[in-house]
C-alpha cells in the first residue's frame, strides 16, 4: 500500500505536466517571445497601405513567393499575383475603414519572426451594401525579414 501511495505521489505531477497544454501539441509552435516591434510597424503600414488604397507603396516588404491565405479559403501564391487580387479586392470597396484594436511582434522556437493583428474594417461594397467583419491576421517573415506568409480569419458582422 506505501509502494502504490508512493507511485501515485510521484506521478501525479508529471500527469498535470502532460496535461499543461489540454493534451493537445501545437504544430507550429506553443513556445513564442516578444520580437522587435519593427515588424509589427511594417504590417501596420502594409494596414495602412490597404486602406488607403496605396497598394504598390511597400510591396518591398514582401517576399516574391509569399502566400496569403484569406478568410474565405483562397490562397494567393506569388509577390505579382498578391499585388493584382489586391488591387481587384480593393477597387471594389468603397468608404473602407479600420480600427487596430491590438497588435502583437512575436518570435518563435523557430527562429521565425511572426505579427499578430486584431481588428475591424468597415466599407461598401460594390451592390452599396454596408460590411462590417472582424479581422485577425497571422504574418511570418522569412530569414530575409520579407513576409513570407499571412494568414487571415473573419467573422462577418452584418450588415450595418
Request: proline share 1%.
Amino acid at each position: 500500500m506505501k509502494k502504490l501511495f508512493l507511485f501515485l505521489f510521484l506521478s501525479v505531477p508529471f500527469v498535470a505536466m502532460s496535461q499543461a497544454n489540454g493534451g493537445y501539441t501545437a504544430s507550429y509552435s506553443s513556445k513564442f517571445t516578444i520580437a522587435s516591434p519593427t515588424y509589427s510597424d511594417k504590417i501596420l503600414t502594409l494596414w495602412k497601405d490597404f486602406e488607403n488604397n496605396t497598394l504598390d507603396a511597400h510591396m518591398d516588404f514582401f517576399a516574391d513567393t509569399v502566400t496569403m491565405m484569406f478568410a474565405n479559403g483562397t490562397v494567393i501564391k506569388g509577390k505579382a499575383e498578391n499585388l493584382k487580387g489586391a488591387k481587384e479586392y480593393r477597387s471594389a470597396m468603397q468608404n473602407y475603414k479600420v480600427k487596430l484594436h491590438a497588435w502583437l511582434s512575436l518570435k518563435s522556437d523557430k527562429n521565425e519572426n511572426v505579427v499578430c493583428v486584431w481588428g475591424s474594417e468597415e466599407y461598401t461594397d460594390k451592390t452599396a451594401k454596408q460590411v462590417k467583419a472582424g479581422i485577425h491576421e497571422v504574418w511570418i517573415f522569412n530569414k530575409d525579414g520579407k513576409v513570407g506568409l499571412m494568414m487571415q480569419f473573419a467573422s462577418v458582422e452584418g450588415s450595418m
